[in-house]
């Protein structure tokens, strides 16, 4: 028996017992199909990566989700798909249920769309040798693949028709279609039927559990003033211009606020001048201005990340408050929309990565850290989390370059991952 010491947050101690009693032969059958069906899984990982399914994409995400959906049919899973209104221009969610009856409840979610759409240069699965690389080979349809591997190693046990579980593969994880209440309504509900939740977004190594993950919101920051010759600028009559007025505010919000653990916030894009048209749907702007016109208009648009509600909102009350003192001439507005909660780290979650751990420790890769929640974004898990007992994140295999033209996955992860699970989901459904 490993007993650890954790700091959940600042003055709360957890003490883990983490229980290694070595696999049973269920539990090795489980690492055995894993690692005989390894290649198989890659090559289905294959065949979705080289399905564009950017978030826009709605056809292209049906298509990767129709490709899971059948290996999930013949599992005998329920399989159906949840869609909204044309208005939301997204391609909704695949929904896979099992109805066993035994054990514990367990909500399992990905998201099969990724950053990259149609238009994007990088597009194709490449390997080389424990390499694998392409638009979203690790954010996430490792992990999605992953989750269906780790379906069919329990059922070569015998054991999947006996479980409660729902699969969740989410079609607008990257940029959501609308308000979590109408595009997350279905995700909640399954988190208030589950008492435990288990998110596949990629692993940190072979030696981290996520327990914790941050919140995902946006603000848009317009500033006014007035137009004319800039020769008067800064004058009574004319003041200080849009431009200045928005840059003041943006540099007071990393010279106040900068520094506050697991807040961070990032303006992502800025277009100003005399006039400005930006869609913050598609984030793309134009703007004309002149160098001796004051500007008149300004926007950003930004990002921030909390640990916390309670964090959030000190955050959003603290930048209403900098964006209030106006520069002469200048006005200036902020608006906040809030899309993914935090995913708390509570002492349930720390429970369950003891025993998590337990399984990393029987498989032979030693214990488990909880990884810092600042190394990590948000993601569909945190709307399942206030509603379950315990949830953890971090299911799928290690990769790294998320979002980028280098995004990469480390293939020989792969089965580690999967049957590592599998096993916990076995141990907690016993």
Request: glycine fraction near 12%.
């Amino acid at each position: 028996m490993n007993i650890n010491t954790r700091i959940i947050l600042p003055g709360l101690l957890f003490v883990s017992l983490a229980f290694s009693g070595g696999l049973n032969k269920h539990e090795k059958k489980i690492q055995l199909y894993v690692e005989k069906h390894t290649e198989e899984a890659i090559a289905l990982l294959e065949k979705v990566v080289n399905i564009n399914s950017g978030t826009l994409n709605i056809e292209g995400n049906k298509t990767v989700g129709k490709v899971f959906q059948a290996e999930l049919d013949q599992l005998g899973f329920n399989t159906y798909w949840v869609t909204y209104p044309k208005t939301i221009k997204r391609s909704g969610h695949l929904f896979a249920e099992m109805r066993g009856g035994k054990g514990k409840k367990i909500v399992m979610v990905g998201h099969m769309d990724t950053v990259f759409e149609p238009d994007s240069p990088f597009q194709k699965f490449t390997r080389d040798g424990n390499t694998a690389y392409g638009p979203g080979v690790a954010d996430m349809k490792g992990g999605d693949v992953s989750m269906i591997y780790a379906m069919k190693a329990l059922d070569d046990i015998g054991v999947l028709k006996d479980l409660n579980l729902t699969l969740v593969f989410i079609g607008d994880e990257e940029k959501t279609g609308g308000p979590p209440s109408i595009v997350r309504k279905e995700l909640i509900e399954a988190g208030k039927w589950a008492d435990i939740g288990l998110g596949f977004e990629g692993a940190v190594g072979m030696n981290t559990g996520t327990v914790a993950r941050r919140s995902s919101s946006s603000w848009i920051l317009t500033t006014t003033g007035i137009q004319g010759h800039s020769s008067q600028i800064f004058k009574e009559k004319l003041g200080y211009g849009a431009i200045f007025e928005a840059t003041r505010i943006v540099n007071a919000f990393r010279e106040e606020l900068v520094g506050e653990e697991y807040l961070s916030f990032n303006p992502g894009t800025i277009v100003g001048g005399t006039d400005v048209d930006y869609d913050p749907v598609t984030s793309r702007g134009t703007t004309f201005g002149k160098t001796n016109v004051v500007s008149q208009s300004v926007t950003v648009h930004g990002g921030i990340r909390t640990i916390s509600t309670e964090q959030l909102d000190k955050a959003m009350a603290n930048m209403k408050d900098i964006v209030s003192q106006n520069l002469p001439g200048t006005t200036a507005k902020i608006k906040f929309k809030t899309s993914y909660p935090p995913m708390a780290p509570t002492k349930a979650n720390y429970a369950l990565l003891d025993k998590f751990e337990s399984v990393n420790v029987d498989l032979g890769y030693g214990q488990l850290e909880p990884l810092d929640p600042g190394k990590r974004g948000a993601a569909d898990i945190s709307f399942v989390a206030p509603h379950v007992d315990a949830s953890l994140a971090g299911m799928g295999p290690d990769g790294s370059g998320e979002h980028s033209e280098k995004e990469e996955l480390d293939l020989t992860s792969f089965p580690k991952t999967t049957a590592r699970v599998a096993i916990l989901i076995y141990r907690l459904t016993r």
